[in-house]
């Protein structure tokens, strides 16, 4: 079986986007599916490439058990025919991911959608960015997506395994 490609973008990727890369990891790894996966996070814009996640971030998740180990990158034209799937935080990030899928040729082979079309408890239709807040944001972001990607995860193996 060809393995399922999982890419998480946020505008920058050092806060929700690796949060959701190293949460979806934690979750396919209790699962014992991880082989069956390639999973990786980007940003739309460029400012932190290189860098480590938002410390606040890297410290909100690890109190629940969550390695954030990834370092930012842009988001690329190769990654359209990489990955199955590219979910998008919030709808700033999918008009951007959007607007660059439909300038390339061969970009049908990837879904892009939003983080919370999968979301089961929480109403919130976009991911909120966290940056520029105190530590409960962070918090709250990884609430959401912990309910986000458990459904995306349900909708994959349902629809792959």
Not at 3 to 23: K, T, Y
Request: glycine residues 8%.
């Amino acid at each position: 079986m060809e393995r399922i490609s999982v890419l998480f973008v946020c505008l920058g990727n050092i806060c929700r986007s690796p949060a959701a890369e190293a949460l979806f990891i934690k979750k396919i790894k209790e699962r014992g599916i991880e082989d069956g996966f390639l999973v990786d996070s980007a940003g739309t814009g460029s400012w932190h490439i290189g860098k480590k996640a938002d410390s606040r971030m890297r410290l909100a998740a690890k109190d629940r058990g969550i390695n954030i180990t990834s370092k930012a990158r842009q988001i690329g034209k190769n990654d359209f025919q990489t990955f199955n799937y590219i979910l998008t935080m919030d709808d700033s990030n999918y008009q951007n991911v959007m607007a660059l899928k439909n300038r390339l040729i061969y970009s049908d082979l990837c879904k892009v959608m939003k983080i919370q079309e999968f979301a089961n408890s929480f109403q919130e239709k976009e991911v909120p960015d966290p940056y520029f807040g105190g530590g409960e944001g962070f918090d709250n972001v990884l609430d959401i997506l912990t309910d986000s990607i458990s459904g995306f995860l349900d909708y994959v193996v349902k629809n792959h395994f």
